[in-house]
């Protein structure tokens, strides 16, 4: 093994160190990773962002995240060919990082996953951190869908996601052999993974992705105690389980970023925006933020700079715009941006080709929220 190489191999000028342990653990105080660096010559300084590597292809860094919105990317494909569009995948991802998003997602529901290969998942989380770090925002996060069936199959997708520059995993639980899913079960997968992966994982609560499997506050509560887990992102919509879990956590918020443990309290629609924020959560990864990242953002600061009013007005856009994405998918987001930004192109197969006029209907749909969008 050389100097540069990590335990599993990755040339790696900044290694996360994570405590060890997983019994004991206090959630509720500081869960925010400490860094050291190495050098080129393995010498170790300071956790800090500086460095004597020579390039940006020199460094990799393991990024803390931050309260705020995050973004699950579209994945971008050939029109014709159906290959992977990766100059569209980096031009999009800083557009995202321009309207001041807090981190990315890549391999999400939003961003196909279930259509790619593992080679072409790692090519679009490596295009995309490379587009990151070429256009100045290297301390950006990446958080990479690593959810698979098998316990196995998870980890070298969290080993794939770390190689490509990915900082941390967001996974869903086992569901296709549903009848045997218990919340033992269940424990046990994220345990296994957690104590395994080379990156911090996520918890993703997303029962109508996965057969219906919906983890309590119970659940993640007891599992958010484990040193490598240290967020979570609810989909189910549930804002009782999103104020538990953020209680019990001592969650991290928009409102106060460096107080609490470093957890991320997450939602999962932008629709529920204000309810997630008085619950105390931290943020959210929104679908819609493909399309209207500024509208998210600014939902957040008009509501923690104490313009409650302005906030819900806000969150009322939002809410019919999420509406749209809920009822139209991938289908109709990549619509909206073709029709509004130029780009776009379509899912992969079988997904269906809008029509013209579904295309200018979802146009119309969309249309409120783009205006407020280029309004910001």
């Given at each position: 093994m050389s100097p540069q190489q990590g335990a599993f191999g990755l040339t790696d000028n900044y290694l996360l160190q994570l405590p060890t342990g997983t019994s004991d653990i206090d959630s509720s105080s500081d869960r925010r990773p400490s860094w050291s660096s190495r050098s080129q010559d393995g010498d170790e300084t300071d956790g800090s962002c500086g460095t004597s590597a020579t390039s940006l292809d020199d460094v990799v860094l393991h990024r803390p995240l931050a309260p705020g919105i995050y973004v699950p990317t579209l994945a971008f494909f050939d029109r014709h060919t159906e290959s992977l569009d990766l100059e569209t995948t980096a031009a999009h991802a800083i557009r995202l990082a321009e309207a001041g998003v807090a981190g990315l997602a890549t391999q999400g529901s939003n961003g196909e996953a279930v259509?790619?290969?593992?080679?072409?998942?790692?090519?679009?989380?490596?295009?995309?951190r490379q587009a990151l770090n070429g256009a100045g925002f290297h301390e950006m996060p990446i958080i990479v869908g690593c959810g698979a069936q098998s316990t196995r199959e998870t980890v070298e997708l969290c080993r794939d996601a770390m190689d490509a520059g990915g900082d941390y995993a967001l996974i869903l639980p086992p569901s296709y052999y549903r009848p045997m899913v218990g919340p033992a079960m269940v424990r046990e997968f994220f345990t296994d993974v957690a104590d395994t992966s080379p990156i911090p994982i996520l918890i993703y609560n997303y029962p109508g992705a996965a057969s219906g499997v919906d983890l309590d506050s119970d659940d993640i509560i007891a599992l958010s105690k484990h040193p490598n887990i240290v967020g979570c992102k609810l989909t189910c919509g549930n804002t009782g389980k999103l104020?538990?879990?953020?209680?019990?956590?001592?969650?991290?918020?928009?409102?106060?970023?460096?107080?609490?443990?470093?957890?991320?309290?997450?939602?999962?629609?932008?629709?529920?925006?204000?309810?997630?924020?008085?619950?105390?959560?931290?943020g959210g990864i929104y679908g819609l933020a493909n399309v209207a990242p500024k509208a998210c953002v600014e939902l957040i600061r008009l509501y923690?700079?104490?313009?409650?009013?302005?906030?819900?007005?806000?969150?009322?856009v939002v809410a019919r715009a999420d509406w749209v994405a809920i009822k139209s998918g991938i289908v109709g987001a990549k619509s909206a941006l073709e029709s509004y930004f130029g780009y776009g192109g379509n899912a992969r197969k079988p997904l269906p080709r809008p029509s013209k006029a579904e295309a200018e209907?979802?146009?119309?749909e969309w249309k409120e929220v783009v205006m407020l969008e280029r309004s910001l």
């Open positions: 259509h790619l290969t593992h080679t072409e998942r790692k090519a679009i989380t490596r295009a995309t104020t538990r879990i953020a209680s019990a956590t001592s969650a991290s918020t928009p409102a106060d970023p460096d107080y609490g443990s470093g957890f991320m309290c997450l939602g999962g629609s932008a629709d529920f925006t204000l309810p997630m924020l008085v619950g105390g959560g931290s923690t700079s104490g313009r409650v009013l302005e906030a819900q007005k806000l969150q009322a209907k979802y146009a119309e």
